[in-house]
């Protein structure tokens, strides 16, 4: 029985060997939640995550590519917008990076509390981040509860089919010099989105590209 057990206890936490804390970009560094007492390089920011919480853990490409541009986006006082947040590891980083509040939106209700969880584990309390459960695609009245006009970075790190009729609302949540950055994109479907932010009146002022996935940052057309 006592094998048993400390098998069972094994299986548990045998996964937690594959993650090890990642450098991503030139400022943020993840760290999982279990390593939050090891030292962090100089002039790195670190974000802690618990990968075992699902939803985005930072390994993958079209999240790193977000943070990335994020970094270079991000300023002092900023509000950030996350259009679907996940587990919020953008918003936080944001926030980690300097920016004053953050809003994180998921259609999936689940996404609030590990979002939450994730945010006090990195000293965020919910007077600088708000988690909610909403569609901005379809609930129009939700979609204007957010605020208009109020957001100097939008963030949706999400996939193509959904980015595409995104594009349509980003502006309307966006300061008029903000950027909105958008990822989770495989590159076979990037000119079919770049198009869309074309249409809906968006320049694309970067792209970046790792391991077939593609994000973009954007701004209003002047």
Sequence with gaps: YAARSLQEEDWATGWQKYYKPLEVGARIYIVPQWMRDQPVPEGRVPLYLNPGLTFGTGNHASTQLCLEGLERAVRPGDAVLDLGCGSGIL????????????????????????????????????DRLRVLAGDVLSDRTFAQSLG???????????????????????????????????????????????????????????????????????????
Excluded: H
Excluded at 114 to 123: I, K, L, Q, R, T
Excluded at 167 to 194: H, M, N, P, Y
């Design 91 to 126: 918003a936080i980083a944001a926030l980690r990076l300097g920016a004053e509040r953050a809003v994180g939106v998921d259609i999936d209700p689940k996404a609030v509390d590990v979002a939450y969880e994730n945010a006090a584990m990195n000293g965020i309390g919910r």
């Design 148 to 222: 208009q006009g109020a957001y100097p970075v939008v963030l949706a790190n999400i996939v193509a089919d959904v980015i595409i009729p995104l594009s349509a609302k980003a502006g309307q949540f966006l300061t008029g010099d903000g950027w909105f950055l958008c990822s989770g994109i495989i590159d076979t479907r990037a000119d079919e989105v770049a198009a869309a932010l074309a249409r809906n009146g968006l320049t694309v002022t970067e792209r970046r590209e790792r391991a077939g996935w593609v994000s973009f940052t954007a701004r209003r057309a002047r």
